[in-house]
Nanobody, 121 residues
Framework: QVQLVESGGGLVQAGGSLRLSCAAS????????MGWFRQAPGKEREFVAR???????YYADSVKGRFTISRDNGKNMVYLQMNSLKLEDTAVYYC???????????????WGQGTQVTVSS
């Protein structure tokens, strides 16, 4: 079965950095676009970043210039490097896989269970 497993979340001070990882299995990884989404308590899940099978990237305005998405097709891994973290970045972060290039959550076929990122002052 398809599995996406996030790791790397934790507690970090504002202005600090974290690197999230997502390990994929059970799918032809290089043929999927990969995305990162996040959800804070009481809020809707929101798009963060996506990367195509050919390494084309796109970011939400709220994280542009601070976050970097990347992928390693040989290792079936996708990463989210988060720099200059802000209090409002606190959320559960999810990785997801899609057969089409999209930023719409409902178009994604597979989802991980999420990893908590908490930014403190």
């Amino acid at each position: 079965q398809v599995q996406l497993v996030e790791s790397g979340g934790g507690l970090v001070q504002a202005g600090g950095s974290l690197r999230l990882s997502c390990a994929a299995s059970g799918l032809s990884f290089s043929s999927y676009a990969m995305g990162w989404f996040r959800q804070a308590p009481g809020k809707e899940r929101e798009f963060v970043a996506r990367i195509s099978w050919s390494h084309m990237t796109y970011y939400a305005d709220s994280v542009k210039g601070r976050f970097t998405i990347s992928r390693d097709n040989g290792k079936n891994m996708v990463y989210l490097q988060m720099n200059s973290l802000k209090l409002e970045d606190t959320a559960v972060y999810y990785c997801a896989a899609s057969r089409i290039l999209t930023i719409t959550a409902t178009n994604y076929n597979y989802w991980g269970q999420g990893t908590q990122v908490t930014v403190s002052s």
